[in-house]
C-alpha cells in the first residue's frame, strides 16, 4: 500500500498549485482521503477530506474558499486545488488514506492508516 504525493514547489504569493496523490495497493474507491500540513516548528494541520465516493468534501477553516480537494477513482488519484497562495501556506503537505463508512469524511488525523510522503510547498512573497 503506498501513497506519492507530488506538485510541490516554489510558487510567489498569489499563484495557483494543485497537489496530486497518487495510491497504489489498496482498493482506492473504498477509502476516505485526506490531505495535512506541517509547517517548520508547527504540528500537522488537518486541511480537507474527501469521501470514498467523491460526494461529500470537509475542510478546515484555513483551507475554505481557497483549496478545493477532488478526486478520480479512475486513476486512482486525489488533488487538492490551491488558489491565492500565501507565504503562510509554506509547508509540507500531505496525502493520507482512511478506511471509513462510505459516505463519511473525516478530519482526526489518527483515522488515517497510510500516508503519502510529502510534498514541499514553499511560497515567496
Known amino acids: 500500500v503506498q501513497l506519492q504525493a507530488s506538485g510541490g514547489g516554489l510558487v510567489q504569493a498569489g499563484d495557483s498549485l494543485r497537489l496530486s496523490c497518487a495510491a497504489s495497493g489498496l482498493t482506492f474507491s473504498s477509502y476516505g482521503m485526506g490531505w495535512f500540513r506541517q509547517a517548520p516548528g508547527r504540528e500537522r494541520e488537518f486541511l480537507a477530506s474527501i469521501n470514498g465516493s467523491g460526494v461529500r468534501t470537509y475542510y478546515a477553516d484555513s483551507a475554505k474558499g481557497r483549496f478545493t480537494i477532488s478526486r478520480d477513482n479512475a486513476k486512482n488519484t486525489v488533488y487538492l486545488h490551491m488558489n491565492s497562495l500565501k507565504p503562510e501556506d509554506t509547508a509540507v503537505y500531505y496525502c493520507?488514506?482512511?478506511?471509513?463508512?462510505?459516505?463519511?469524511?473525516?478530519?482526526?488525523?489518527?483515522?488515517?492508516?497510510?500516508w503519502g510522503q510529502g510534498t514541499l510547498v514553499t511560497v515567496s512573497s
Open positions: 493520507a488514506a482512511a478506511q471509513l463508512p462510505t459516505m463519511f469524511v473525516s478530519q482526526f488525523a489518527h483515522e488515517y492508516s497510510v
